[in-house]
């Protein structure tokens, strides 16, 4: 009997690990499948190795000749797409929607599936419809938005005026993105010296290096947060996030303490008049969803924007003669008192096309979703079980010498015709298409174009004297960002 009980527990275990092993029919291509660690092992290498995640998800897309790649994080099914047919389809069809249901998404929520980014069906639909709404009420992609982005400029400039030897520009710019969305969420700014501001710049760049663009080890072996929850980096999320949770709570409590029927200043106090109607809203409306709405806003507004336009002014520094052809445009187009805004973009057709190829050229978001198949479908010829997690890599068409002529080079006039117009390309898609298009793509755009043309109408940069070389290579993470350089912003004359 001993004999026989051994016997069926050697073969259940054969059976079990060759099920771990086996592909689902037709799925795409992609690495063997190891037991328990499906391909983690070898995107972790390819990581470490090429410097990212978008790195490692192309090259194995290359070694396996494909542009829809099949792999498996410990026990969750995960395809990466790469040309543009592909992204288009996932970005714009229903049916991938929908958002994974794991680990790593709870903790990107602060521990619950809420805000507008991670979740989807009607909480989505409603959550999303209400910020939209609201947003446009406050001025979101408007006149006073762009005021809000005006005022910040005029400090920025004031600054450089007094001290701009020694810059660091992420650092110098992203206060001012982040108080255009705070001031449209609380309805006040922060101001510069305040050290709550540098608390929550410094609780954002914690937490956009604790994740990374799968959800990390925690995604698929939660259980390891029992055993090892401070290698596994759960200990530090979990701080991060209460400490997250903490700063906009305080916030929500005061607005709760001074709010009154009528008042709708800002985003908050107009979710706070929501969340009062209960018979109407339930729980759709709620505290935990208000924290992750702040979140979510802060996301997708204030880190890619700051970061895009980190990338923009180390590249002015990189290529002179791209700078000085953009300065060259803007006094022909502006002037020195010309007062600047979003809609003078069609004038300046050579400045639109540097921003467009630094948006492609060094997009700061190279893979987007995660998205979730919300029933077993199709893929070229391909066949996606129910509940697999998509990933999008922008980093591919982005970057594709199928798509773009000397595609590794930075060539802005890659969008610009013979006449010198501006030519649109479908396959520059930084913001995403389809129903969940980036939710602050007005803000971005607009913040991008206002403060690259004022800052350059004023001063010329280069690199600071203490910094090292340029180069264009990029910091990993959720966000990329350039390897540290400082800045020197020498006022025109």
Same mark, same amino acid.
């Given at each position: 009997m001993f004999f026989i009980a051994i016997l069926i527990t050697v073969v259940s275990l054969v059976l079990y690990l060759a099920k771990q092993m086996q592909k689902p029919p037709n799925f795409p291509p992609g690495p063997v499948w190891l037991p328990f660690v499906g391909s983690l092992y070898e995107l972790k290498r390819l990581s470490k190795l090429l410097g990212g995640q978008h790195h490692a998800l192309q090259a194995l897309a290359q070694k396996y000749k494909t542009d829809v790649l099949g792999l498996k994080l410990g026990n969750e099914h995960v395809v990466t797409v790469f040309s543009y047919p592909f992204v288009r389809e996932v970005l714009t069809n229903d049916v991938y929607d929908g958002r994974p249901d794991n680990f790593f998404l709870k903790l990107r929520c602060l521990g619950k599936k809420n805000g507008i980014t991670c979740t989807e069906g009607e909480t989505w639909s409603s959550q999303r419809n209400f910020v939209n709404r609201h947003l446009r009420n406050l001025g979101f992609g408007k006149k006073p938005m762009e005021v809000m982005i005006r005022d910040e400029i005029a400090e920025v400039l004031s600054i450089l005026q007094s001290n701009g030897c020694n810059v660091s520009v992420d650092k110098f710019l992203a206060p001012s993105i982040l108080n255009v969305i705070w001031v449209l969420i609380t309805g006040e700014r922060i101001p510069r010296e305040d050290s709550l501001l540098k608390e929550l710049l410094d609780l954002f760049h914690i937490r956009s290096r604790a994740f990374d663009m799968t959800g990390g080890?925690? +995604?698929?072996?939660?259980?390891?947060? @029992?055993? =090892?929850p401070e290698w596994s980096g759960y200990n530090l999320i979990q $701080? #991060?996030?209460t400490n997250m949770k903490d700063f906009f709570m305080k916030i929500i409590r005061e607005h709760q303490q001074t709010w009154e029927e009528g008042k709708n200043e800002d985003l908050i106090y107009r979710y706070i008049s929501e969340m009062q109607l209960n018979n109407k809203n339930g729980e759709?409306?709620?505290?935990?969803?208000l924290v992750m709405i702040c979140l979510d806003l802060f996301i997708a507004g204030a880190q890619t924007t700051s970061g895009t336009l980190d990338f923009a002014f180390l590249l002015m520094v990189m290529y002179p003669d791209v700078q000085k052809r953009v300065q060259e445009e803007i006094d022909k187009y502006f002037g020195k008192n010309w007062v600047i805004e979003y809609a003078d973009r069609h004038k300046a057709p050579y400045v639109e096309a540097v921003l467009l190829e630094v948006m *492609?050229?060094?997009h700061v978001l190279p893979i987007i979703g995660p998205r979730r198949v919300m029933h077993d479908t199709v893929l070229g010829e391909y066949v996606l079980p129910k509940d697999t997690t998509i990933l999008i890599s922008l980093y591919s068409v982005h970057n594709s010498s199928k798509y773009w002529k000397n595609s590794e080079s930075f060539m802005p006039e890659r969008f610009l015709d013979e006449n010198g117009s501006l030519i649109a390309n479908e396959k520059l898609i930084p913001f995403g298409l389809g129903r969940r298009r980036c939710l602050g793509e007005i803000l971005a755009k607009t913040a991008i174009f206002m403060f690259f043309v004022e800052i350059l109408r004023k001063y010329t940069v280069t690199l600071s004297p203490d910094s090292e070389a340029p180069t264009a290579r990029c910091l990993p993470g959720i966000t990329l960002s350039p =390897? @540290?350089? +400082?800045? $020197?912003? #020498?006022? *025109? +004359?």
């Open positions: 080890t925690l +995604s698929q072996y939660p259980w390891l947060r @029992h055993i =090892v $701080k #991060v996030n759709d409306f709620n505290e935990d969803q *492609r050229f060094r =390897v @540290h350089y +400082s800045a $020197k912003f #020498v006022e *025109r +004359s």
